[in-house]
């Protein structure tokens, strides 16, 4: 079975900090693909980033970046120099090979509040 | 390029009615799908549609109900409302509704926040 576990239910850090948001997958897959959404306090969840599981390699995008271990079944979220905008809940998602919407498992989410 | 969009935004309803919520999708994306968020339950898969065609549902009784229409717009229907159904009900897009190359990206709108009295 398919499982996504964020340990982490609420993260509170002071602005300018570096944080981490774990995420730890399982699946029987080979080609699987996980997600990260961020949900501001508007509603909506963010796309922020897809990887497949053919590629490792660690993403940096500004001061987010994203680090995949397939041996340890992780693929871990960093805010470097976090900001108040950073505040957020944000969820980590794994989907099989050949999927749709219904087979996107989604963990709880981590509520990340960055003080000023 | 217009989001997704959400319709109402905010809703107070009373035990043993029913509410219908609307979704329209991004230009283009086919495939709409809805989740149900609670805080103690996370978010639940609650359907899928692709061309009209509802493709999943997830485990919620029948009091759940959607539709699809041409124009890929959506809308879902809770009948006889209980208090449990108070939520953030979440609309998302996509372009395709099955992929042989992972899950599509998901477009989500803002929700419509139920709450029921």
């Known amino acids: 079975a398919q499982k996504v576990t964020q340990a982490q239910t609420e993260i509170s850090v002071v602005e300018k900090e570096d944080v981490t948001l774990d995420c730890v997958y399982e699946t029987r897959d080979t080609t699987y693909y996980l997600f990260w959404y961020k949900q501001p306090p508007s509603g909506e969840l963010v796309f922020l980033i897809r990887?497949?599981?053919?590629?490792?390699q660690n993403e940096i995008s500004g001061r987010y970046s994203w680090n995949f271990q397939k041996s340890t079944s992780s693929f871990n979220f960093t805010i470097t120099a976090s900001q108040v905008v950073d505040s957020a809940v944000y969820f980590c998602a794994l989907s099989g090979p050949y999927s749709s919407a219904s087979k996107i498992i989604f963990g709880s989410g981590t509520r990340l509040s960055i003080r000023p | 390029k217009a989001g997704v969009t959400q319709t109402p935004r905010y809703l107070i309803k009373t035990r043993g009615q029913q509410v219908t919520l609307s979704c329209s999708p991004i230009s283009g994306h086919r495939s709409v799908s809805w989740y149900q968020q609670t805080p103690g339950q996370g978010l639940q898969f609650l359907f899928e549609y692709f061309s009209e065609t509802q493709r999943n549902k997830g485990n919620f009784p029948g009091r759940f109900s959607g539709r699809q229409f041409s124009n890929s717009r959506s809308e879902m229907n809770v009948s006889t409302l209980e208090l449990g159904d108070s939520a953030l009900y979440l609309c998302a897009s996509s372009l395709e509704g099955f992929t042989t190359s992972g899950a599509n990206v998901l477009t989500f709108g803002a929700g419509s926040r139920l709450t029921v009295l």
């Open positions: 990887r497949n599981s053919f590629d490792e």
